[in-house]
């Protein structure tokens, strides 16, 4: 019945896709996209973020990768469209027109390999096509035409300025009719905003500008929590959220309007919860299919930032705890993870001065769908996870104090258990006011023995840390990129040292290691209670 249903709901989607297909491709349809044809673009967003001039020359040979695809098509840079498979990363970021912030790198050696590309495109793609007219892509390519249009319409001619800002036009009289049939909220809400970017932008399409303006603050009143956070609790996508409201707002006050009281508040705490996430080093926390992402863009947002409307140490509906000790940081993940993608609740960052100590693995989308499943998993977070089937969570609470010591955390899960008495699960974290002393309390307690046996706690160590395990295992030296020594050190009889993996820059997987405390290593007395302490200090203030 179940795969009767399944093979039904597909059959739907079908038949619906073959229909928006025939009607886009239809003389009916594309007479609905025409309108004044723009002969200058009145507004040029700041692109934030940090173009790689190593990308832009080996593109500009005809040499690309993105996440695990890469081809080479020996400098004949218009077959690069035909040689990208269209669900993979590769057709989304060259459909996204990404490529023209790192060619922007070049100067104005960037601008013939620009071109090239962009005529490509317009041979193949000026008239609508399901893939590459899809919502999304169309208003990040749009956002990225306007960002950079220097690079593609500096001192060309008539014929050709016409023909890209006619297409551009076009392009946004159709997102105005498609920006909510996006594929994901998060689509949805980007989509709205980058249409009131490209309509603002182009003299004749302020209507589309309008309803672009219009999805967005429903998508906002939906997506955006009361503590500014976005839905997703994802720090890249906070990030990308600010800045694509302070461009809209830029935008709008270009043209001389005055920007809707609601977008001036939201931009404000979006802003503000974005930089919750900001770590010493000038990027960000990894959580929730987080990057580090782009410390120039960060700065960007910085400057926006309301701190009296925005999250200090704890951001209450997001769900995240932030703990300062000098130059210490360390941040929590507190919210259930039940419905969600990434299984991240008590994981933790934490780092001193501008070195990473424990990290999260990051996000793998971008090298496929094995790299996602398994960097959404338990034990790719720092955190508890287990080597059989997890227990059954539930409700999840949190608690802090602070005093001149140093500040404390608890977080509290509780366990679906036929045991009367309950069970549940807590991690208590104590950092010193000196930043020098992490202490931790891990207690599983009413769980069952076969579930407290596969228990295992995972600190995963920046790549950047060289650990060393003692000989009798019950302690680990770390060193650090800035010179500073810590060790860890743990109630556990045997502590592990396993290799790991660390995708929180977005780029290749880079090698890293782990400390690994298991429960099975522990001489258990009562079997359905274990409790486990941990501690990292620094190796010049023990």
């Known amino acids: 019945m179940a795969r009767a249903q399944r093979h039904s709901g597909k059959a739907s989607r079908d038949v619906i896709a073959r229909m928006r297909r025939a009607w886009g491709e239809s003389p009916f349809y594309q007479a609905q996209l025409k309108g004044p044809a723009p002969d200058r673009l009145l507004f040029q967003p700041e692109d934030p973020y940090a173009p790689d001039k190593t990308i832009a020359l080996a593109l500009s040979r005809g040499r690309i990768a993105v996440g695990d695809e890469s081809v080479d098509c020996e400098g004949e840079l218009e077959k690069l469209w035909d040689l990208a498979e269209p669900d993979g990363a590769l057709f989304a970021w060259l459909q996204e027109f990404s490529w023209l912030r790192h060619l922007s790198a070049l100067g104005d050696d960037g601008k013939a390999p620009a071109r090239l590309l962009m005529k490509t495109w317009l041979d193949r793609h000026e008239r609508w096509a399901a893939e590459s007219w899809d919502p999304y892509f169309t208003a990040e390519r749009l956002v990225e035409l306007c960002s950079h249009h220097p690079l593609i319409l500096s001192g060309t001619d008539a014929l050709w300025r016409s023909r890209v800002l006619a297409c551009m036009a076009r392009q946004t009289r159709h997102l105005a009719r498609s920006a909510h049939r996006a594929g994901t909220g998060f689509d949805r809400l980007m989509t709205a905003l980058g249409l009131g970017i490209a309509g603002y932008s182009l003299p004749g399409c302020e209507g589309p500008a309008e309803r672009g303006l219009e999805m967005a603050r429903r998508e906002l009143r939906l997506q955006l929590r009361p503590d500014g956070g976005h839905v997703s609790r994802n720090p890249s996508r906070q990030l990308k959220l600010a800045l694509r409201l302070q461009a809209l707002i830029k935008a709008i006050e270009t043209r001389g309007f005055q920007p809707p009281g609601f977008l001036r508040h939201q931009v404000q705490r979006a802003s503000a919860m974005a930089m919750f996430f900001r770590c010493p080093d000038g990027k960000l926390a990894v959580f929730n299919g987080g990057y580090e992402d782009d410390s120039k863009a960060i700065i960007a947002v910085q400057n926006s930032a ?15 705890h932030k703990l300062t000790g000098a130059r210490a940081l360390l941040i929590a993940d507190t919210a259930d993870d039940s419905g969600a993608n990434f299984k991240s609740t008590g994981s933790l960052h934490f780092s001193s001065g501008r070195s990473r ?24 977070h720092t955190a508890l996870s287990f080597t059989e089937a997890p227990p059954v969570f539930g409700e999840v609470a949190h608690r802090r104090g602070e005093e001149n010591s140093g500040r404390l955390l608890e977080i509290e899960r509780r366990i679906e258990t036929p045991n009367p008495e309950g069970a549940s699960y807590l991690r208590r974290l104590f950092l010193a006011s000196n930043g020098a002393d992490l202490r931790g309390e891990e207690l599983l307690a009413g769980a069952s023995p076969r579930e407290i046996d596969s228990a295992v706690w995972r600190f995963h160590l920046d790549p950047g840390i060289r650990a060393s395990l003692a000989r009798d295992k019950k302690s680990v030296i770390l060193l650090l990129p800035n010179k500073e020594g810590w060790r860890f050190k743990s109630s556990c009889p045997e502590l592990l040292l396993d290799k790991s993996v660390y995708c929180g820059t977005g780029g290749a997987p880079a090698a890293c290691e782990q400390i690994v405390i298991r429960a099975a ?22």
């Open 521 to 542: 290593a522990f001489d258990r007395r009562e079997e359905t209670a274990l409790n486990v302490k941990w501690a990292l200090q620094r190796l010049d203030a023990v």
């Open 306 to 320: 309301a701190a009296d409307l925005g999250p200090a140490d704890f951001a209450r509906h997001s769900g995240y």
């Open 357 to 380: 100590i424990f990290v999260n693995c990051g996000n793998g989308a971008h090298r496929g769908a094995d790299w996602r499943k398994a960097l959404e998993q338990r034990s790719a």
